[in-house]
């Protein structure tokens, strides 16, 4: 009777972590993340923005896309959760909806606790935002950002009001890279206006130690470099 009890809580414990394992999967396949856990084994959340950022409109499903929406609440439970002490954001993004990108750059400089960026591959566009918008930035060498103005493609209306909706756009842009980084306007804009760098566009590549040189990434550097910045940085924030 004592062994079929046994074996019975057994089977009880089973189902309850298939459960949980199941639930966990349904919110990856359907949030893009799991909720992070109330007591985390690492006091450093690790956050990735990959691909395209997808914004208010869907993109087509062959897109490698990172949802605004699943990110946002990542964000929420960093600055919430007392048992993660800084927040670590990857990039490796062609970057997206304007909106959404900005959105959650803002949200990352709003963070209290410490934050390291580090650009792996590229951090294009609307990934400039968000790569300076930690507290210290890292570009692997033979990753690169490409600065260029704000665009849009399908139906416009050709009316002034249009283009001063992207003039107040690209405003935003600009001055939250100038306010989060080293590179001053005249710079930036003459970077985002070169005609002599992309075939079809106008704007600028800029690899690895370049976006340094320019003042908009901190450092070169990979994962070693990076967490031990951001290692550097909890210490000092908790003796403060």
């Known amino acids: 009777m004592q062994k079929n009890k046994r074996v019975n809580v057994k089977k009880t414990k089973t189902k309850e972590a298939d459960k949980t ?12 993340v799991s909720n992070i856990p109330p007591n985390p084994t690492s006091p450093i959340h690790t956050l990735t923005i990959i691909g395209q950022i997808e914004g208010h409109v869907l993109l087509p499903t062959q897109n490698k896309a990172t949802k605004y929406e ?19 954001l990857l990039l490796n993004t062609i970057g997206g909806d304007v909106e959404a990108g900005l959105a959650l750059a803002e949200m990352v ?3 209290s606790k410490p934050k390291v960026s580090l650009v792996l591959g590229g951090g294009h566009s609307i ?24 665009r849009m493609s399908g139906l416009v209306i050709g009316v002034p009001q ?5 003039y107040k756009m690209q405003q935003r842009i600009t001055e939250f890279i100038i306010k989060h ?11 985002m206006s070169a005609t002599d760098e992309l075939a079809n566009d106008i704007g600028t590549i800029l690899v690895g130690k370049e976006t340094v040189e320019h003042g908009i990434i901190d450092e070169v550097g990979g994962l070693k470099e990076a967490f031990g910045k951001l290692m550097q940085l909890i210490e000092e924030y908790d003796k403060s």
Not at 21 to 32: F, V
């Open 21 to 32: 394992q199941k639930n966990i999967a349904e919110e990856i396949k359907s949030l893009g």
């Open 70 to 88: 699943h990110i946002m609440p990542q964000l929420v439970n960093v600055e919430e959760n007392d048992q993660i002490k800084g927040l670590m």
């Open 109 to 111: 400089a709003s963070i």
């Open 127 to 150: 990934g400039a935002p968000l790569a300076t918008a930690a507290d210290y930035s890292f570009i692997a060498p033979s990753a690169t950002m490409t600065v260029h103005p704000i």
């Open 162 to 166: 249009t283009f001063r909706y992207f």
């Open 181 to 191: 980084s080293r590179i001053d306007a005249e710079k930036l804009r003459e970077l």
